[in-house]
């Protein structure tokens, strides 16, 4: 999903997005004092929704496994009482010459404040429909499970849906599921990040205080460090996001920056909402044919999804401009 080199250097895996980001964005607080504490954030749980995405075969955009999940999505979050808007759009194939449906998932959760701000978070479904890194050069054409890439971000989005719907938080909360971000060959940056690009094209600019992407976040081995465009552009999301973790104990966010990566909060960003992407590229198993549930665990799920909940139930943490 990000094509990605170690270092500042910007990687393939997501693509290119003109970065538009004329951003001088307020951040002013509209939420009012949380009184609430957040409730507890179930590693274990999230990693049952990995482990159950992955057992439909790799998410490839108009794949059976690829339907057969999305079902899986809308039931999920209609069983919690959470209506699902489904953004549908297809995209002209370069590689075939075909068009390839697409689908975007947004899920809408009311905050108890009517009249709060609304943040997104947003996570990509869809897996790699090739296996760029294959120790096996007959693989190279073959789909990727994409257990940490794809499925360990919706994994945390689905648990924190579940305590969102059973606790209302303060502000107003979309979750989106974006499809097609893994979609392009090595080096086609125009034919990444398909379903972000496709959700801001249709107009976010003052509809978001700010927005969260999460990516590769399930490793093992966690080491997120602060992404180089996000940090670059909207420092003050960051800060707010590592200093979460240091209040929370959480070590595995280390406190500097070591990528630049093209991913989904690009899109966001040029769209006219100041998104940081947490991400952990730091992960051997990256677009190759071992990135298999047995790659992440609970506690690294958990970790982000305890400051994902944090951040989303205390309105106080957020930049104040």
């Known amino acids: 999903m990000i094509s990605g080199f170690p270092e500042i250097v910007a990687m393939p895996r997501v693509k290119g997005v003109a970065l538009s980001l004329a951003l001088t964005i307020s951040l002013g607080c509209g939420c009012t004092k949380n009184q609430q504490p957040a409730p507890a954030f179930d590693g274990e749980r999230a ?28 039931d999920f979050f209609a069983g919690l009482g959470l209506a699902v808007d489904s953004q549908v759009f297809d995209f002209l194939d370069p590689y075939s010459n075909r068009r390839l449906p697409l689908v975007n998932l947004i899920v809408p959760v009311s905050g108890r404040d009517a009249d709060a701000d609304r943040i997104v978070l947003m996570a990509h479904w869809d897996s790699r429909p090739r296996t760029d890194f294959a120790s096996d050069p007959q693989l190279r054409d073959h789909p990727i499970d994409g ?37 392009g ?54 800060d707010m996001i590592w200093s979460t973790a240091a209040r929370l104990g959480i070590t595995t966010f280390r406190d500097s920056v070591k990528h630049l990566i093209h991913d989904d909060h690009l899109s966001l960003c040029s769209g006219g909402v100041p998104t940081v992407d947490i991400i952990d590229f730091n992960y051997p198993y990256w677009h190759t044919e071992f990135d ?11 970790n982000v999804g305890r400051i994902l909940t944090e951040i989303v139930y205390d309105p106080e943490l957020w930049p104040k401009n």
């Open 47 to 74: 990693f049952g929704y990995l482990e159950e995405q992955v057992a439909f075969g790799p998410r490839v955009p108009g794949s059976r496994p690829w339907s057969a999940c999305r079902t899986y999505y809308c």
């Open 147 to 183: 257990a940490n890439d794809g499925a360990s971000g919706v994994a945390v989005l689905m648990e924190l849906a579940r305590l969102l719907a059973q606790q209302p938080p303060p502000c107003h909360v979309d979750l989106v599921l974006a499809d097609g971000e893994d979609w």
């Open 292 to 302: 298999s549930p047995d790659k992440c665990s609970a506690e690294s799920l958990a």
């Open 185 to 238: 060959e090595s080096g086609d940056l125009d034919f990444y990040l398909l379903g972000s690009r496709e959700f801001a094209r249709r107009g976010i600019r003052d509809t978001y205080r700010f927005g969260i992407v999460i990516d590769m976040i399930g490793d093992k081995d966690q080491q997120i460090y602060r992404e180089g465009y996000s940090e670059r552009y909207h420092q003050e999301l960051n």
